[in-house]
Every structure is written in structure tokens, then in C-alpha cells.
């Protein structure tokens, strides 16, 4: 499975902005697909994740209806939907695929990673 992010960039606080990951490669209905942000001089943290199918989401605390994710199954994409952003959301943001611990919040349990897109966001 290979995975690639983009759609970083800056943004005022506020506003919007849709990452998009680009999977290819073999993956199944039952894969967990993550999003995980990094801030220097911090853990990557847990910020959304949901079934490739499409029939659960699960979100960090600090992004509970601000972020959205979804699957586009005609692209092949992990799409992360942020609206309302703040300054603190400022990280790299990186997509993953879990293939059988189904663990969503773990960045242990997934087996695949994306590069990272870059999110800074100004106030």
C-alpha cells in the first residue's frame, strides 16, 4: 500500500481546508485509514480515522466536529475535511492504513504511512 498526502498549506484561523491522500495498492474494505498530525517538540497525535467502507469514524477530542473524514472510492482517496481551524491545528499531517489490528487511535497499529502535508495555520 503506498499513500500520499496533500492539500497542506497556509490558512487563516477560521477557515477551511480539505488534505486528500491518495492510496494505490492493495486494500481491502475491512483496512482502518488514519489521519495523525505532528507539531515539533510533540507526539503525533490521533486526529481522525474510519473503515475504507466507510462505516465507522472515530475523531480526537480536539477535532470533534470541526473535521470530517471520508472515503472517495471513484478516487481512491482519504479526504479530511477541516473547517473551523485554529492556530493549535498548525502540524504535519500524515495519512496511514491499519490492515488488521483495528485499533484507530494507535499510531502503532498502523502499518502504512503517507510523507506528511504541512498545515500552518496564522491567526
Known amino acids: 500500500v503506498q499513500l500520499q498526502a496533500s492539500g497542506g498549506g497556509p490558512v487563516q484561523a477560521g477557515g477551511s481546508l480539505r488534505l486528500s491522500c491518495a492510496a494505490s495498492?492493495?486494500?481491502?474494505?475491512?483496512?482502518?485509514m488514519g489521519w495523525f498530525r505532528q507539531s515539533p517538540g510533540k507526539e503525533r497525535e490521533f486526529v481522525a480515522a474510519?473503515?475504507?467502507?466507510?462505516?465507522?469514524?472515530w475523531y480526537g477530542d480536539s477535532v470533534k466536529g470541526r473535521f470530517t473524514i471520508s472515503i472517495d472510492n471513484t478516487k481512491n482517496t482519504v479526504n479530511l475535511r477541516m473547517i473551523s481551524i485554529k492556530p493549535e491545528d498548525t502540524a504535519v499531517y500524515y495519512c496511514?492504513?491499519?490492515?488488521?489490528?483495528?485499533?484507530?487511535?494507535?499510531?502503532?497499529?498502523?502499518?502504512?504511512w503517507g510523507q506528511g502535508t504541512l498545515v500552518t495555520v496564522s491567526s
Open positions: 496511514a492504513a491499519q490492515t488488521s489490528a483495528f485499533k484507530p487511535v494507535e499510531a502503532g497499529s498502523y502499518d502504512y
Open positions: 495498492g492493495r486494500i481491502l474494505s475491512t483496512y482502518l
Open positions: 474510519t473503515t475504507w467502507a466507510g462505516m465507522h469514524e
